[in-house]
């Protein structure tokens, strides 16, 4: 049964809408912990958009799940990474204008850059994950480059779900997942998963992760962090 890593970056969004206080993405993490994540994933983009540097340091201390980091290939944030030290980072592609992110890392288009940056962090005893399409060239790329994880992006399924591509966009996913398992990677999946569509990636066997913000923090509006993130887990678990 795969694990579930909350992210908590939408918090943040809100946050900034005011450059205050409130709501505060650590409490958020506490939240979700309590009620059973086991994980919680955050974004520190380079335009700090959401996620500050404050959080991230916070989140170190109060996280006692496993603190999975998304970051670009950036140098400033691949030195902040290693001074802190999360559990895992997930890297994948930033632009400045998108409103988050869009597709894949290219792993296939720039292999020497990520495993140079995967080595420096599995030398820190840091678990890499790549986020990536689910593309044959991009999983073969990726287990090149010595990741030990890849997490596959499942925007496209999300986005055809209920329409006629969803069986193709699953059937890609499933493929991809078997093909990076077969090639000896940890299988993570995340991005527009939610209530109703999260079941049949969730039943993917071998999946041992998804990332998921967006609808958990959207549904917690209404019944509270804890009950959102409880009902994930259920769905995920059943
Ligand atoms: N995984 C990765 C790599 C992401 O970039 C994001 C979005 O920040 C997510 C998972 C979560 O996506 P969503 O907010 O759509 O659930």
């Known amino acids: 049964m795969p694990q579930l890593g909350v992210n908590i970056d939408h918090v943040a969004?809100?946050?900034?809408?005011r450059r205050g206080l409130e709501p505060d993405p650590v409490w958020a993490a506490v939240e979700a912990q309590v009620a059973g994540a086991d994980g919680i994933t955050l974004h520190l983009r380079e335009?700090?958009?959401?996620?500050?540097?404050?959080?991230?340091?916070a989140m170190k201390d109060v996280v006692q799940v496993k603190l999975n980091l998304e970051m670009a290939?950036?140098?400033?944030?691949i030195e902040i990474a290693l001074?802190?030290?999360?559990?895992?980072?997930t890297l994948v592609?930033?632009?400045?204008?998108?409103?988050?992110?869009?597709g894949g890392l290219d792993v296939a288009g720039q292999e020497e850059r990520v495993a140079a940056v995967t080595e420096k962090f599995?030398?820190?005893?840091?678990?890499?994950?790549?986020?990536?399409?689910?593309?044959?060239?991009?999983?073969?790329?990726a287990a090149r480059c010595g990741a030990e994880a890849v997490e596959l992006h499942t925007g496209r399924y999300a986005e055809a779900w209920g329409g006629a591509e969803q069986e193709a966009t699953f059937a890609e996913l499933a493929g991809a997942a078997q093909r990076a398992m077969g090639l000896g990677l940890i299988c993570h999946a995340g991005h527009g998963l939610n209530?109703?569509?999260?079941g049949p990636v969730a039943e993917i066997p071998g999946i041992a992760e998804l990332n998921i913000g967006h609808s958990i923090i959207?549904?917690?509006?209404?019944?509270?962090?804890?009950?959102?993130?409880?009902?994930?887990?259920?769905?995920?678990?059943n």
């Open 13 to 17: 969004t809100l946050r900034q809408a």
């Open 47 to 57: 335009d700090r958009r959401h996620i500050q540097d404050r959080d991230l340091r």
């Open 73 to 77: 290939l950036a140098d400033e944030i």
């Open 83 to 89: 001074r802190t030290k999360p559990s895992q980072v």
């Open 93 to 102: 592609p930033e632009k400045r204008q998108e409103i988050t992110t869009e």
């Open 122 to 141: 599995k030398r820190a005893g840091i678990v890499v994950s790549l986020f990536i399409d689910p593309f044959e060239p991009q999983v073969a790329a």
């Open 195 to 198: 209530y109703q569509n999260v």
């Open 218 to 237: 959207s549904r917690a509006v209404f019944v509270g962090l804890r009950e959102a993130v409880r009902e994930m887990k259920r769905l995920i678990q």
